[in-house]
């Protein structure tokens, strides 16, 4: 059995909770979450806190009694506090750029490419830093490796999207040769 799964999750001062049938409705300052109450797993909610049980002992349930904790308490952060990933871009001409919600990332193709945000997720950018922030942390991970994908890192040079603080192992060239 998971150990954060043996303690209950304390809903935060601001945040209000509710169960509803087979979803969790977290709501807070930052917005709303529906979290979805998975297979395998029993929620009782307690004063000022929610118990998460496994209805089996199969497997599965094993996996999903963790999981179903992290859900909850990733939506109780989301809706308090809010997650950001803050993504670099390295190289010449490289550039980036907001035309109303869509990003504008100039990064030596032929053509710019267009990222539109899912609903959601905010995207601002800084001189060369892009900002992705949002309540969810599944869609601000998924839409900062999204961003990422256009233009890795390269390991010759290191130009491309990397996230802040990401180390990226420069390789040496071809040698000349004598």
Do not use: C
């Not at 303690?7 to 930052?30: D, F, R, Y």
């Not at 929620?43 to 199969?58: R, Y």
């Not at 308090?80 to 490289?94: M, P, R, T």
């Amino acid at each position: 059995m998971s150990r954060l799964a043996k303690k209950p999750v304390v809903i935060p001062s601001g945040v209000t909770a509710s169960l509803n049938g087979q979803e969790v409705i977290v709501k807070g300052p930052k917005g709303e979450i529906k979290v979805p109450v998975m297979s395998f797993i029993k929620i009782e909610q307690a004063e000022g806190s929610f118990l998460v049980t496994k209805s089996s002992d199969s497997k599965q349930a094993k996996a999903n009694l963790g999981t179903m904790v992290a859900h909850l308490r990733n939506a109780f952060i989301g809706v308090s506090a809010g997650f950001s990933k803050d993504l670099e871009i390295q190289g010449v001409g490289f550039r980036a750029a907001m035309e109303g919600k869509t990003l504008v990332l100039n990064l030596g193709f032929v053509n710019p490419v267009k990222y539109q945000p899912m609903p959601g997720v905010d995207i601002a950018v800084e001189k060369n830093i892009v900002k992705v922030s949002g309540i969810s942390k599944v869609d601000v991970g998924q839409a900062a490796a999204k961003i990422r994908s256009f233009k890795k890192p390269e390991p010759y040079k290191g130009k491309g999207i990397r996230y802040v603080g990401e180390f990226v192992k420069i390789k040496a060239g071809k040698k000349a040769s004598s």
